[in-house]
C-alpha cells in the first residue's frame, strides 16, 4: 500500500545549529501534510502543516518545505534546542482517504548542549 | 483551545479483562475521532475513525469486535478493549476532527497506555 517514510531514524545536532528532518512520502493524492512532535509517553504535538498547492510555509523556527515532483516534505529547525529533542513525524492525508491521516515512522533528534 | 483529553492516562489489567479508554475534546465539537494505536519505538498506527452517531469505520486488520468504539456525542469517543491480552499492550492515541472546519484538522489527546499482564 502507499507509504510515508522518513530518510533518518536518528538525529543529534548541537544546540544552536539547524536541524533538518526529511521525509518521504509514495501517494500521488496526498493533498495535505503535517509534521508532529511526540515527547515520550505523549501524544503527537502539532508543529506545522502544509497543503500541496505551497512548497514552502514558515512557522516560529521551523519551516516546512515540499517538493511534490520527488515526493520530499523536510522540516527545518533553526537554532535548535534542548527542548528539541523529541521524535518527529511526518504525516499526509489526502481527501480520498477521509483526511485519516498515515504516520511516517518517525526521526528521533537529539540535541547535544 | 481545541483541547482533547483521554482517561484513563494509564492503565494496568489482567489477561482476559475488558478496558475502557475515554477520548473527550473539551472546547469544541467533534464531528470525527480517530484512534491510533503505536508500540514503543514505531510510529502511530491508525486503528479506526469514528463519526458521531454512526458505526466506526475499521482498518485493515483491525478486529471490531474487539476493539469497540462508541462515539456517541460530539465531544466523547470511547474505545473499549475486550477480553485484552499481553500482545494489546501499547499506547492508544485518539485524535479530534473540528467541526466547521475541514476534517485533516486533527487535535491529538495525550494517550492513554495500557498494559496488559
Known amino acids: 500500500g502507499e507509504s510515508v517514510g522518513l530518510h533518518l531514524p536518528t538525529l543529534s545536532v548541537q544546540e544552536g545549529d539547524n536541524s533538518i528532518i526529511n521525509c518521504a512520502y509514495s501517494?500521488?493524492?496526498?493533498?495535505?501534510f503535517i509534521w508532529y512532535k511526540q515527547e515520550s509517553g505523549k501524544g503527537p504535538q502539532f508543529i506545522i502543516d502544509i497543503r500541496s498547492n505551497m512548497d514552502k510555509r514558515q512557522g516560529q523556527r521551523v519551516t516546512v518545505l515540499l517538493n511534490k515532483t520527488v515526493k520530499h516534505l523536510s522540516l527545518q529547525i533553526a537554532a535548535t534546542q534542548p527542548g528539541d529533542s523529541a521524535v518527529y513525524f511526518c504525516?499526509?492525508?489526502?481527501?480520498?482517504?477521509?483526511?485519516?491521516?498515515?504516520f511516517g515512522k518517525g526521526t528521533s533528534l537529539l540535541v547535544t548542549p | 483551545g481545541a483541547v482533547v483529553s483521554q482517561h484513563p492516562s494509564w492503565v494496568i489489567c489482567k489477561s482476559g479483562t475488558s478496558v475502557k479508554i475515554e477520548c473527550r475534546s473539551l472546547d469544541f465539537q467533534a464531528t470525527t475521532m480517530f484512534w491510533y494505536r503505536q508500540f514503543p519505538k514505531q510510529s502511530l498506527m491508525l486503528m479506526a475513525t469514528s463519526n458521531e452517531g454512526s458505526k466506526a469505520t475499521y482498518e485493515q486488520g483491525v478486529e471490531k469486535d474487539k476493539f469497540l468504539i462508541n462515539h456517541a456525542s460530539l465531544t466523547l469517543s470511547t474505545l473499549t478493549v475486550t477480553s485484552a491480552h499481553p500482545e494489546d499492550s501499547s499506547f492508544y492515541i485518539c485524535?479530534?476532527?473540528?467541526?466547521?472546519?475541514?476534517?485533516?484538522?486533527?487535535?491529538f489527546g495525550p494517550g492513554t497506555r495500557l498494559t496488559v499482564l
Open positions: 504525516a499526509e492525508s489526502s481527501s480520498n482517504s477521509g483526511y485519516a491521516l498515515n
Open positions: 501517494n500521488s493524492a496526498s493533498d495535505y
Open positions: 485524535s479530534a476532527g473540528r467541526q466547521g472546519a475541514s476534517t485533516d484538522t486533527q487535535y
